[in-house]
């Protein structure tokens, strides 16, 4: 006999599912049970994309990567401005908006948006195409919503009166955070979706809103998803998503960003293994840490990607290996064969959306292993990495000549470093994120001066061998934004690397970051000599794993995935040779 509690407990089960069969909620994880795959117009269009060129990267996703996965097309930022030129915003500028506060697209970029007609028959478009449609959103209200004090659809209540002007994005000037204390809040997120759901939308990454991590927010947008009736994805963006809100963001996004903008540097890219590996507990189907686009191909208009062809094949594998959403960021009507052919490996692929307990089996230096389960057999499959750097050394950073205390937050305003350089051939300096992510804080090398019997040269009139930035380009004299300085500008995480003239012993320079944002995280400014460098002795490495600590106790037969072709058959370990700056993947199986 069922006890009383036991039937309680039945009684209100039946009511949440009722209630969610009545409102036609469902549990948003089953919208995205596989890491998302597609295209985002941001790495290539900037704010300019338009109609016309939205359906001519429709028509070639169709034809080439639709039949393999990819069915999201998302038009990111500033689809609500007429114009907007590049890939740098105008806080001048007048957005096309309706009487409520809501963006509608710019009917000069977008024509068939005219009239009120909104996104939808673009929508209509892409999903008579078979392809799902998306859009960018700034989290909260506009600035210019409020200024003309627009009505809440629906409420008694105006942009005014819901409108936290404290609340502001440090990049970007187009709206103000919401105050979901006030009346009329929610129901302002609720006329949004209910907007995008009338035109069709199944994809939304709305920005500024990871980092910091606006909770009252997030959660309103889900509770305005899930009310608008429409299976709508939602991702979080930018990052790094702070890892201790990993048990909260699982249960509201079904992707968020784990790191700022990534671009096509090899040093953020080196630093995905990190942010990858500490997200492994909050990994979920249906909830998936997202370590941004793949900037492959052609990007920025007319420019190909600066990765090369073992860094692009790295990056996809790791993002395969780590189950983040893929998401291309390249010209798909400009991809060669050798892109394509990487990006349609139906092996590869199948550990991206069909694999489980993903996991960093290992870091041994500059060498990685990664590993997961292959569902319903006893097969595992396993990637391999040499992140070590071909052409010119790695560093070990417990060998620097000089190395600063945490600059920037929680830690100290700046660091001056004295280092000695004595019979050093050549100089580099390195930012690092502390330990705590890599977070393209802007960081400036200030003063940074050479001394010795030669006398005495600023390190600016030098022209350096090497220069990284973990986003755009190191700077001379000005800091990532444009601040004038006497010194170099850069992004974490960076490095520079100088050849030394003879004559100078010594090396000063006053460490700082440059932009200051409190949420930015601590710069661990690093000076090194070639005493720190440790040079690969061949263009590849053998990088081996034990059988045993994949759970094989006897021989197994091992596919490399990327060749298509059987390796062979092995007992005891595994090992394989792999580039400098490469990745391999393989499926090792129990041998009959």
């Not at 909620?25 to 939205?54: R, Y």
């Not at 960076?494 to 090396?507: C, H």
């Not at 690969?536 to 106790?553: A, M, Q, R, Y």
Request: glycine content about 10%.
């Amino acid at each position: 006999m069922k006890t009383m509690k036991t039937m309680f407990m039945l009684y209100i089960a039946g009511t949440i599912s009722g209630t969610a069969a009545l409102f036609g909620a469902e549990d948003f994880h089953k919208w995205a049970p596989t890491p998302p795959m597609g295209w985002n117009s941001f790495d290539c269009f900037g704010l300019s994309i338009t109609e016309a060129q939205v359906k001519e990267q429709a028509e070639a996703q169709v034809k080439l990567l639709k039949p393999f996965g990819y069915t999201v097309l998302t038009v990111d930022h500033q689809w609500y401005s007429p114009a907007q030129k590049g890939f740098q915003s105008d806080p001048r500028a007048v957005f096309t908006m309706d009487k409520y506060g809501r963006f509608l697209p710019a009917p000069n970029r977008f024509p068939s948006s005219a009239d009120g007609k909104g996104f939808k028959p673009l929508a209509d478009y892409l999903h008579s195409k078979g392809l799902k449609f998306g859009i960018h959103l700034m989290r909260g209200i506009p600035r210019q919503a409020v200024r003309e004090n627009c009505e809440i659809k629906g409420t008694s209540y105006h942009a005014a009166d819901i409108a936290n002007t404290r609340s502001t994005c440090p990049w970007n000037q187009d709206m103000y955070g919401v105050d979901m204390n006030k009346p009329g809040a929610q129901e302002y997120y609720d006329s949004l979706f209910e907007q995008f759901a009338e035109w069709g939308l199944d994809f939304i990454k709305i920005d500024d809103l990871s980092k910091p991590y606006s909770t009252r927010e997030i959660e309103a947008i889900r509770k305005a998803i899930d009310k608008c009736g429409r299976p709508i994805i939602f991702s979080l963006s930018p990052g790094d998503t702070p890892v201790e809100q990993g048990a909260h963001v699982k249960t509201v996004g079904n992707m968020w960003r784990i790191s700022d903008d990534f671009w096509d540097r090899w040093e953020p890219l080196k630093g995905m293994f990190g942010r990858l590996h500490r997200w492994e507990p909050y990994r979920t189907q249906g909830s998936w840490p997202d370590a941004d686009m793949l900037p492959f191909g052609t990007l920025e208009f007319t420019r190909k990607t600066r990765f090369t062809q073992e860094e692009q094949q790295l990056c996809m594998t790791l993002w395969c290996i780590g189950r983040s959403p893929l998401i291309l960021g390249g010209d798909m009507t400009k991809l060669d064969d050798w892109t394509l052919n990487l990006l349609t490996n139906k092996e590869v692929l199948a550990v991206n959306q069909n694999s489980e307990n993903n996991r960093q089996l290992f870091q041994d230096g500059e060498f990685y292993a990664w590993v997961a389960d292959v569902p319903g057999s006893q097969d595992k499959y396993v990637a391999l990495f040499n992140t070590q750097t071909k052409g010119h050394a790695n560093y070990d950073l417990k060998k620097a000549a000089a190395v600063s205390e945490g600059v920037g937050r929680g830690g100290v305003a700046s660091a001056s470093l004295k280092a000695d350089i004595k019979g050093a051939k050549t100089l580099a300096l390195c930012v690092n994120e502390d330990g705590l992510g890599k977070d393209y804080a802007h960081a400036a090398w200030l003063n940074p001066t050479l001394s010795g019997p030669a006398g005495t040269k600023k390190l600016t009139e030098l022209r350096w061998k090497s220069a990284e930035s973990g986003w755009g380009n190191v700077q001379i004299n000005k800091t990532s934004d444009g601040a004038a300085i006497n010194g170099i500008g850069t992004h974490a995480v960076s490095m520079i690397t100088y050849d030394l003239p003879e004559g100078y012993d010594t090396f000063t320079v006053d460490c700082a970051m440059a932009d200051g944002m409190a949420n930015r995280n601590r710069l661990k400014f690093v000076v090194l000599t070639e005493k720190a460098m440790n040079a690969p002795s061949s263009d590849s490495s053998e990088i081996s794993v034990k059988l045993s600590d994949l759970g094989f106790n006897g021989k197994v037969t091992v596919r490399n995935l990327w060749t298509g072709k059987d390796v062979g058959t092995f007992s005891g370990t595994f090992g394989a040779q792999v580039k400098c700056h490469c990745g391999e993947i393989f499926r090792i199986s129990p041998a009959r």
